[in-house]
Nanobody, 117 residues
Framework: QVQLVESGGGLVQPGGSLRLSCAASGSIFSLAAMGWYRQAPGKQQRELVAIITSGGSTDYADSVKGRFTISKDSVRNTVYLQMNSLKPEDTAVYYC?????WGGGYWGQGTQVTVSS
């Protein structure tokens, strides 16, 4: 089992920045990748925002490329999402996701990000 604890959400004005953190504990050795998804108000599906593999490869949704950066601290077993130039359309609940090497994975509890003036 893997436990994920997120932090760093909040209210920010358009153009501002936030950094989300996701600390993982438990069977970390089983993880192939970690990432962030978000679920916008009124939408039923979560969309991938960014992902980083155990080898350090990253991928981003087109809507956040150039504004968001995903990184990890392997010593602290923590993944970060640095979000810059935030827009109102970035408003969502952001969920940390950890993918197991053999399929499936785990979700964090979610953290609210609101971009509004």
């Amino acid at each position: 089992q893997v436990q994920l604890v997120e932090s760093g959400g909040g209210l920010v004005q358009p153009g501002g920045s936030l950094r989300l953190s996701c600390a993982a504990s438990g069977s970390i050795f089983s993880l192939a990748a970690m990432g962030w998804y978000r679920q916008a108000p009124g939408k039923q599906q979560r969309e991938l925002v960014a992902i980083i593999t155990s080898g350090g490869s990253t991928d981003y949704a087109d809507s956040v490329k150039g504004r968001f950066t995903i990184s990890k601290d392997s010593v602290r077993n923590t993944v970060y999402l640095q979000m810059n130039s935030l827009k109102p359309e970035d408003t969502a609940v952001y969920y940390c996701r950890a993918n197991r090497s053999w399929g499936g994975g785990y979700w964090g509890q979610g953290t609210q990000v609101t971009v509004s003036s």
